[in-house]
T-cell receptor, first 111, second 114 residues
């Protein structure tokens, strides 16, 4: 069974900082890896999808890298803003769809 | 990405009653939809995979007779919690499978059973 660990579990930073969120997973035989954000009491918003053949994906201030062989992914958030406050989830997909959720990293960006 | 809606967004029901939650794909035909449950401060847990026109596949430990899933069209999947109990109180989220195995999530339904 795929196990997902995200470090740190919680993070509080002043706005403007560049952030690094780390994710590790135990089964490297993945099809893809998806990063989501979840706001309190809300559903999930897809941020980035990295196929297993790719090394990274970028969207605006977000950049995600994937090292499939070592079971690691990193999400970089540049110039953080209070609106970035949310829980960030790294979700590797072993059988096509990403179905393995950890507890995520809870991020608070203070003004 | 695709837009997924859920209805209702929150519901309170009495113990022993049944509740139906709808998951609707607004702009994409979804042959596969997923139902998750999330308890406070816990991870999302996959309950079942819903395939249009066929029976849902349930995860181990999820009672298929209690959580009835119907995926009768390419745009609608429903989850019915039958004979609800307080321990069924949770946040239920559906997602739709898209191209490249991307998933699009609905906004979730907060169920409280009293």
């Amino acid at each position: 069974k795929q196990e997902v660990t995200q470090i740190p579990a919680a993070l509080s930073v002043p706005e403007g900082e560049n952030l690094v969120l780390n994710c590790s997973f135990t089964d490297s035989a993945i099809y893809n890896l998806q990063w989501f954000r979840q706001d309190p009491g809300k559903g999930l918003t897809s941020l980035l999808l990295i196929q297993s053949s790719q090394r990274e994906q970028t969207s605006g201030r977000l950049n995600a890298s994937l090292d499939k062989s070592s079971g690691r992914s990193t999400l970089y958030i540049a110039a953080s803003q209070p609106g970035d406050s949310a829980t960030y989830l790294c979700v590797p997909g072993n059988s096509g769809y990403a179905l393995n959720f950890g507890k995520g990293t809870s991020l608070l960006v203070t003004p | 990405g695709a837009v997924v809606s859920q209805h209702p967004s929150w519901v309170i029901c009495k113990s022993g009653t049944s509740v139906k939650i709808e998951c609707r794909s607004l702009d994409f035909q979804a042959t596969t939809m997923f139902w998750y449950r999330q308890f406070p401060k816990q991870s999302l847990m996959l309950m079942a995979t819903s395939n249009e026109g066929s029976k849902a596949t349930y995860e181990q430990g999820v009672e298929k007779d209690k959580f009835l899933i119907n995926h009768a069209s390419l745009t609608l999947s429903t989850l019915t919690v039958t004979s609800a109990h307080p321990e069924d109180s949770s946040f239920y989220i559906c997602s739709q499978g898209g191209g490249n195995y991307e998933q699009y999530f609905g906004p979730g339904t907060r169920l409280t059973v009293t």
